[in-house]
Structure formats: structure tokens, C-alpha cells
């Protein structure tokens, strides 16, 4: 938009490398996201960058994406960065409006690089499933280095036969020794038992030769086009004046400005471009770029890498470790430890309220929170109204035995109810946690919906059916206990959608008010542990919950 | 010169690889020497002493310990990206003397050179974020949000510069003849940069990470927040060390380039542009020293050392930066 609203034939030969980098980058993105089984068509599975977690990782469907990313965003070196400083320059050139704005683009683009640094870092995280794939390949070709090994290493047994440990790995092992001590023992007390294992292994396999044949590089080949693309974004950073010379890039600015004018502005080299207000010399850069790295590579010792323990203190147990004994907790192991951008909505939170940032924003957002809140109360009034339909239709069949709802279910959609009647007499029923009342707020306020949303977003259906059952027996219905027979009377709660409905038939349906705002805050507010990022709790920007957090003492 | 010859010479030796090397040394002493004053620091407690922090390197190096849990391929790239950035910023910066601008007419790029400056940080995330720790990330994140609260600034000064000499490069002229109004706008946008400089140039907190490894609990350690390189050893952190000496020069020379010599802009060749250039870039890193040794030595709780960076945002080095944009244009197209 800055290069076209310039006009400048330098501006637009920056929209013509654009076009070529957003393509390449984006491609490279998607089709790595396909590649890593991350972009489906379906639901689509949680990911760090294109490696959807809990799958095997692709080195090349990380380069592709790690490639497209920095050409989207403009990165020195790659795709993009030639079309911004061809723009930027432009913009700069003409002055007035365009120059702060070419200040916010550069910093727009620095910020969406740090969240897809965010995004994709987890990917590197390494499991225990990883390391065991590894070891097989390398156990193969001899290189196997593990982190059972590690701990042979600390027991002392193969330090001899390290020549390249220096003196100051040898003193990380000796007090990863220490403190691994009983570590190495046990692997001592197990080696005989994992001869044992290694033969079983060994008949497994022969047993499933699928396995083996499943990690042939069909994940590589899907990553082919991946790499093609990317392969193409370095291109067009190394030489972008091949497409401004060679592939008409000028030529096709001629459709837009005077002909040849971006010949007169636009004076390409071998090793780059130079504008009359900028230079750019990519060639020079990527050669230095390639010498210094071969220094750089030279110039490193070739010692035996040797995994060490974490020192840190906390919660400091890799991922790997602690993957199997979090098996019940939905957030993926790769994820363990990162906490969610909570305090970084509620910093900008004061962004989208200020005045000064948002001048009238009161009054030009305040139709639209209005119709929100109308939209609400229409809904809860809605809800209220199918409530009271529901409950005069109950009414009777309160005062009857739970045998007879066995007996006589009423809704006949659901004819597997009556099959299971002992359920009621599960604790689950008799004991709703304290939590779960966040999931139902039909009858909240705007405000209070809005963050009721976000937390009913994220409990299960199950839990959030269980509290609306209470202490009496009077299930309201579950999918969890959609097959007893109180669940019968209101199996409209068995969808997520049908829980206004049921919140709203409770006798007192007020009462949800309260503890679906309160936790609401707090929940928010807390260092939240394990989150995922980019969760629901912490991706609404203009989530009023932090907002009023922020009254304590911050700007 | 032969651009051949003149490209090796500008990667190798001047500005680039030995040159980088001695001048990361010399910075970082500097650097250290002015912390250590103020903050009162013992000597050679990680004061920069060039000798032992070339000692350092060379050790750390030959190390091969890896911390589990990370892809190694992360860790080397990264630290290796981390190094060649800062160094890639001197060779594509037209300080005095660079062969290059002889030879193939080098001007440099602002916007390059202020991407390149962000490598380094950008890269300690990654790495904070990719180990699995609680500590390093939650470190990542406290830094992200230093970061992101310095890139706002960084590019409106950087915008000023450019706008003022209505060129991307840096050895351009002012568009407009120098007026006050002009200067101003000049030491706002050096202000606001000076402002962004301890976020660029950040290095590991020695604090944290003599206290882990002395296992001590003093209230220094203790009341230091843990690093998102916290849990790197060996030839990793070495390179993150080299790369945030190499940062420092970087960092400082792109200052000097950029924000110090358009203010004086009658001084453009000769012995008086080389001793400004020196000089600049010296008094860059003892600044930065004596910055973080008064931050070091005001007393900080847990509270203070948690508090979000992410209000700069609405801080003085954005409103600064927004100042001088203003006044760059009053320069350029007048009051």
C-alpha cells in the first residue's frame, strides 16, 4: 500500500519483488504446514510452527518454514527484504504521512517475527520418543549418543575412551555425576534387563516390519514442494535483481508507472540493486555471510557432544522426562513450562482502552459494545424463556421416582439412557468441583460472558455438564451421564450448545452470576503454567478482565 | 582496489571477522571497567578483562556439553547465526577505512543494519523458548517483552535518520540545510536509540548464572532473575558470549553511524572522523557499562525485577521517538 500510494517506479518494483516473495514465503509456510500434518481438512491439530506435536520431526519442513517466515517478514538476506527496502526508501523519499508509517511497518514486522519465533520454537524441543527414533538410526551407523549413555559416561565407565572431553566437561559430567550417581547405577542394574528388552525389541520388529517401513521419508517427499519454495525465497534474497532484470520484474512496472522511468531509478548490479536513496548489495552480503560462516565452522572444536542435566532451578526437568507422567494433561509435552502471554494482553490491554491511543474510541466502539450486549441479553433472555418452558414441562416428572424416567424417558433421541441407571450414584454427580461453575454463564453480563466464553471454550463438555447437576440426584445431563436416567430428563446439555439451556433452567439461575466472574480475573492473572500459547484465556486483546487488573499500579 | 581482494579484506580482517574480534574485546573491557566503577563489582568478576574473556571463549569452545531436550542442530545454528549476524552488520557498515567503500561504493542500509542488530536477541529467545525449562522460558517471555518494547522506538529513530537523510544508506547527506529544529530532531532520535541500546546490547546475567553455579543463595544471586540462556554450557554458550561481545560493537558502531556523526555532520574524513569514530564507539560501551552499573546497584526486589517491560510502550523513548519524527519534518519542510 506505501509503494502504490507513492508512485515512485522504485516503490513499485518494491510491489513487484513483493508479489514474488509473498508467494514464495507463504507457499513455503503452507506447504510446510501440510507437510508436517498441521494444516488438514479437518480439525486442525495443535503445532509448534508445522510440526503438529507428538509427530516426528522434519528437518526439512522446519527449514521451509523457518525459510518462508523470515521471507514473509522481511528478514536482511531473504525474499522479502528487497521489495520493504525498495518500499521503505520510496515512502521515505516523498515524506509526509508515509514516513511514519513505514516506522510502524518496519516495527509491525518485528513484532510478527518475535511471535513466530514464539510459535515455532517449541518445535525444537526434543522428546523422549524423538531421542528412541534417533538412537535406532544411529545405532545403526555407530554415532549413538544418549542420554542413557550420558549417564554411563557419569558413572565413570567411558570417560577413558573420550579423548575430546576437555577438562571443563569433564567437570560437568563429574558433578552430573553426583548427582546422577544413583542414575548410573540403576543403568548399571539394568543393563541385563535391556539386553533382554533390545531381543524383545528386535521381535517386535520383526513382527511389525510396517514400522520400519513408515519411516521411510514420506515426510520428506511431502516436504518437497516445501523446499522447493523455499529454496526459491533464498533465491530471491540472494539475487533479487535477477527478477527485476531477467524475469521482467521492471517490465512489469511499466504497466503501472511511465516506461522506463524504473530503468532511470533503478540501476541493477551484479551483486545487488542500488536506487537513487538506497543500496542494496545482497550478493556481498550473503558472500560475507558464507566466508565468516566457514570461519566460523573451522574455527569450532569438533568435541563429542555430551548431554548434561539442567541446572536451573524450578521446574527444570526436561520434557522428555516429564512427557509420560503428564499424559492426562491436554497441553502438549513440547509445550511443558511455557507459560502463556497473559501479562502481555494485559499490558496492551491499556492500549485498547487509553484515550490517547484509541482517540473517541468510547464513543465510535460504544455502539458496538452496545449491540454486543444487546445480542447477549436477547440470548440470555432467549435461554431463560426455553428454561422456563422446560421447567413447566418438568414439573410433573420431578416429583416422580428415578425409575420411573428409566422407565418413561421423554426424549426419544436418546435411547440408550435408560440402559445404564447405576451412574447416579457416582461421586462425579454428587460432587461437582468448585471450578467448573466458569463453563455455564448464560445469565452473566456482557463483561462476564465474554470471559466465560474464553473459559467454556476450554473446559470439556463433560465437566461442564457435571456442574450443573446438584446434591439432590437432579442431574441436568452430561455426556458423561447422558446415559442415566436423569439425564433423560434434560438431554438437551449433552451438546455444548445446549448449555445456556440448562444453566438457565436451574431454579436459580443468578446464582451462576458470581463464580463465573470471579475465578474469571484470577485465572487470568496468574502466571499460568503449562498454557498453551496463543490460548484463548490470553489471545483476546481487548479481554476486560486484564484490564481491570491493570489498576494495580502499572500505566 | 581489486573488489575481490577488497571483499576479503572487509570479511577477514577489516571491519569484519579479526577487527570485530579485538574491537568486541576492547568494548567489552570498557564496558565492564565503567560497571564495575559505579556498581563497585571486584575486578575480573566478569568486568570484560579482555585476556581472560578471550580465555573464557576458547574454553568454553572446546567444551561439547549440550543441555538434553533441545535439538542440537538449534543450538549450534542458533549460536552460530547469532555470531554471524553482529559480524555481518560491521562488514556491510561503511565505517571508516572499510574497503568496500572504496571499492564497490558501499553506503550501508539502515534498515539492514537495524535487522541485523536484532539477530542477537532474537536468537537468545528461540533458544530460552525451544529448551524445555520453565525457567528459560519464562525468561524468553520477560525478554520478548523488553524486545518488543524497544523495536517501536528503534524504528521510529531509525525512521528519523533515514527520513533526514533521505536515504536508506548511511552515508548520505541531510535533505535540508542544518538547522536547529534539524538538530534536535538528530539528538532525539540518538536519545531515543541510546534508550534502546541496553536491550540490543544485553548480555547474560553473570549474577544468575555465578549464583547457579556456585549453588549459592545469597541475596545477589537470589534476587537476580535467571537468564533464557540459563541453561546453556559449553561451545553454546560461548558462542552466545561471543555473539553478545560481537553485538556490543555492532551495536555501538551502527550508533555512531547512524545517530552521532549526522550531528556533526562538518566532519567527514581526515584523522578528526576516525577519532570520532573511535571515540563514539568507546564511549557507547562505557555508557552502556555505567548504565547497567547503576541499574546493578539500585536496589531491586523481586517485584522491581519482574516488572513488565512491555510499558515502554507507552514510555518516554516512544514518546522521544514520536518528538523527533515531528521535528525531522518541521526540518525538511520548515516551520
Known amino acids: ?555 | 582496489m581489486n573488489s575481490v581482494v577488497a571483499f576479503l579484506i572487509a570479511v577477514l580482517i577489516y571491519p569484519g571477522a579479526l577487527a570485530a574480534v579485538v574491537a568486541a574485546l576492547v568494548l567489552g573491557w570498557a564496558r565492564g571497567a565503567a560497571r564495575g566503577a559505579v556498581a563497585g563489582e571486584r575486578a575480573g568478576n566478569g568486568n570484560g578483562n579482555p585476556l581472560a574473556t578471550l580465555g573464557e571463549w576458547r574454553s568454553g569452545l572446546r567444551s561439547g556439553a549440550v543441555v538434553p531436550g533441545v535439538r542440537e542442530a538449534l543450538l549450534t545454528g542458533g549460536g552460530a547465526i547469532a555470531v554471524l549476524a553482529p559480524l555481518l552488520a560491521l562488514v556491510l557498515l561503511p565505517v571508516p577505512g572499510n574497503p568496500l567503500v572504496a571499492a564497490i561504493g558501499l553506503t550501508g542500509d539502515l534498515a539492514a543494519e537495524a535487522a541485523l542488530l536484532l539477530v542477537v536477541p532474537a536468537m537468545r529467545l528461540v533458544v530460552g523458548w525451544a529448551v524445555p525449562s520453565t525457567v528459560t522460558r519464562a525468561a524468553a517471555d520477560r525478554s520478548v517483552r523488553l524486545l518488543a518494547g524497544a523495536v517501536l522506538p528503534l524504528a521510529l529513530a531509525v525512521t528519523v535518520a533515514a527520513y533526514q537523510l533521505d536515504t536508506l544508506g548511511l552515508a548520505g547527506t541531510p535533505k535540508a540545510a542544518p538547522n536547529w529544529v534539524g538538530v534536535v530532531a538528530r539528538v532525539l532520535a540518538a536519545l531515543t536509540f541510546i534508550a534502546v541500546l541496553p536491550v540490543l546490547a544485553r548480555t547474560a546475567d553473570r549474577r544468575a548464572q555465578a549464583g547457579v553455579a556456585d549453588g549459592a543463595d545469597d541475596g545477589e544471586s537470589a534476587g537476580a532473575p535467571a537468564d533464557e540462556l540459563g541453561e546453556l554450557v559449553g561451545r553454546d554458550l560461548a558462542s552466545f558470549r561471543i555473539a553478545e561481545a560481537l553485538q556490543l560493537a555492532a551495536a555501538a558502531a551502527f550508533f555512531v553511524a547512524a545517530f552521532v556523526l549526522p550531528i556533526v555532520p562538518g566532519i567527514s574524513k581526515g584523522v578528526g572522523y576516525g577519532v570520532l569514530w573511535v571515540a563514539g564507539v568507546l564511549l557507547t560501551a562505557a555508557g552502556l557499562g555505567l548504565w547497567e552499573g547503576f541499574v546493578a546497584k539500585r536496589p531491586t526486589t523481586v517485584e522491581g525485577t519482574e516488572r513488565p517491560p512491555l510499558t515502554w510502550w507507552l514510555g518516554w523513548p516512544l514518546l522521544v521517538a514520536l518528538v523527533a519524527l515531528v521535528a525531522a519534518s518541521w526540518a525538511v519542510r520548515g516551520l
Not at chain 1, 86 to 106: D, E, I, M, Q
Not at chain 1, 436 to 449: F, G, I, K, L
Open chain 1, 1 to 555: 500500500m506505501l509503494a502504490l500510494s507513492t508512485g515512485d517506479p522504485t516503490g513499485l518494483a518494491g510491489v513487484a519483488l513483493l508479489l514474488a516473495g509473498s508467494v514464495f514465503g507463504l507457499g513455503a509456510m503452507l506447504a510446510a504446514l501440510f507437510a508436517g500434518a498441521s494444516l488438514t481438512d479437518d480439525e486442525e491439530p495443535d503445532s509448534a510452527g508445522p510440526r503438529a506435536f507428538g509427530t516426528r520431526f522434519s528437518p526439512a519442513s522446519l527449514f521451509a518454514w523457518c525459510v518462508g517466515a523470515v521471507s514473509l517478514i522481511g528478514v536482511p538476506l531473504f525474499g522479502g527484504f528487497a521489495a520493504r527496502q525498495l518500499t521503505s526508501a520510496a515512502a521515505l523519499h516523498l515524506g509526509n504521512l508515509t514516513v511514519p508509517l513505514v516506522g510502524v511497518a518496519w516495527a509491525g514486522d518485528a513484532l510478527l517475527a518475535l511471535a513466530l519465533l514464539r510459535a515455532t520454537a517449541p518445535a525444537f524441543t526434543q522428546l523422549t520418543a524423538d531421542i528412541g527414533e534417533e538412537d535406532e538410526v544411529e545405532s545403526e551407523s555407530g554415532e549413538e549418543e544418549t542420554l542413557a549413555e550420558v549417564a554411563e559416561v557419569a558413572a565413570g565407565k567411558k570417560l577413558d575412551t573420550r579423548d575430546d572431553l576437555n577438562a571443563e566437561a569433564n567437570e560437568d559430567i563429574e558433578d552430573t555425576a553426583e548427582e546422577d550417581v544413583d542414575a548410573g547405577d540403576l543403568e548399571d542394574e539394568d543393563a541385563e534387563d535391556e539386553n533382554d528388552e533390545d531381543a524383545e525389541d528386535d521381535e517386535e520388529a520383526e513382527l511389525k516390519p510396517g514400522i520400519r517401513e513408515r519411516r521411510a521419508p514420506l515426510g520428506d517427499i511431502r516436504a518437497l514442494p516445501a523446499l522447493v519454495f523455499g529454496l526459491l525465497a533464498v533465491a530471491l534474497g540472494i539475487a533479487p535483481q535477477v527478477l527485476l532484470g531477467f524475469f521482467g520484474g521492471t517490465l512489469a512496472v511499466g504497466i503501472l508507472a511511465p516506461v522506463h522511468a524504473v530503468d532511470r531509478a533503478l540501476r541493477s548490479t551484479q551483486v545487488g540493486y542500488a536506487a537513487g536513496f538506497g543500496q542494496w548489495l545482497p550478493g556481498i552480503a550473503w558472500g560475507a555471510l558464507v566466508v565468516l560462516a566457514l570461519i566460523f565452522t573451522f574455527t569450532r572444536s569438533d568435541s563429542l557432544r555430551v548431554a548434561r542435566m539442567p541446572q536451573l532451578a524450578g521446574d527444570q526437568e526436561p520434557a522428555e522426562m516429564k512427557s509420560e507422567s503428564l499424559e492426562h494433561v491436554e497441553q502438549a509435552p513440547e509445550l511443558n513450562g511455557l507459560p502463556e502471554p497473559v501479562e502481555t494482553w494485559q499490558d496492551l490491554n491499556a492500549i485498547f482502552v487509553s484515550p490517547f491511543t484509541l482517540p473517541a474510541g468510547a464513543w465510535l466502539l460504544g455502539g458496538a459494545g452496545a449491540e454486543v450486549a444487546e445480542e447477549d441479553e436477547a440470548a440470555n433472555e432467549k435461554a431463560a424463556r426455553v428454561a422456563l418452558e422446560l421447567d413447566e414441562a418438568e414439573e410433573p416428572e420431578e416429583t416422580t421416582e428415578p425409575e420411573d424416567l428409566v422407565e418413561e424417558p421423554e426424549v426419544p433421541e436418546m435411547p440408550e439412557v435408560p440402559e445404564v441407571p447405576e451412574v447416579p450414584e457416582t461421586p462425579e454427580m454428587e460432587e461437582p468441583e468448585p471450578e467448573e461453575p466458569v463453563a455455564a454463564a448464560p445469565t452473566a453480563s456482557a463483561e462476564a460472558a465474554s470471559v466465560a466464553s474464553e473459559e467454556s471454550d476450554d473446559t470439556p463438555p463433560v465437566d461442564s455438564s457435571q456442574e450443573t447437576s446438584d446434591d439432590t440426584g437432579e442431574a441436568t445431563g452430561s455426556a458423561d451421564s447422558a446415559d442415566s436416567p436423569d439425564s433423560a430428563t434434560q438431554p438437551v446439555a449433552v451438546t455444548p450448545d445446549a448449555k445456556p439451556t440448562v444453566s438457565a433452567s436451574r431454579p436459580k439461575p443468578t446464582t451462576n452470576v458470581k463464580p463465573t466472574v470471579k475465578p474469571a480475573p484470577s485465572k487470568a492473572n496468574a502466571p499460568a503454567k503449562g498454557g498453551k500459547p496463543g490460548g484463548k484465556s490470553g489471545g483476546k486483546p481487548g479481554g476486560r478482565s486484564g484490564g481491570k487488573k491493570q489498576s494495580g499500579g502499572r500505566p
